[in-house]
């Protein structure tokens, strides 16, 4: 997963960034809605391997 939301922010965040008409910010601001959804993803998942490991 974590690779997965690395790989997104590259291809999406990082090449829209320097976009300078509107259509390319709205497209940004998209992206950076999914990354945060799968960053929120990638948290939940870190945390229930976190409470696995815990109980073992």
């Known amino acids: ?8 922010y590259k291809k999406y965040i990082q ?3 320097n976009a300078a008409d509107k259509a390319d910010r709205a497209q940004l601001t998209k ?3 999914t990354a ?3 960053f929120e ?6 945390m229930t391997q976190s409470m696995e490991v ?3």
């Open 1 to 8: 997963m974590q690779s997965f939301y690395q790989h997104y």
């Open 15 to 17: 090449a829209l960034q």
């Open 31 to 33: 992206a950076y809605q």
């Open 36 to 38: 945060n959804v799968l």
């Open 41 to 46: 993803v990638l948290k939940a998942v870190n």
């Open 54 to 56: 815990d109980r073992e």
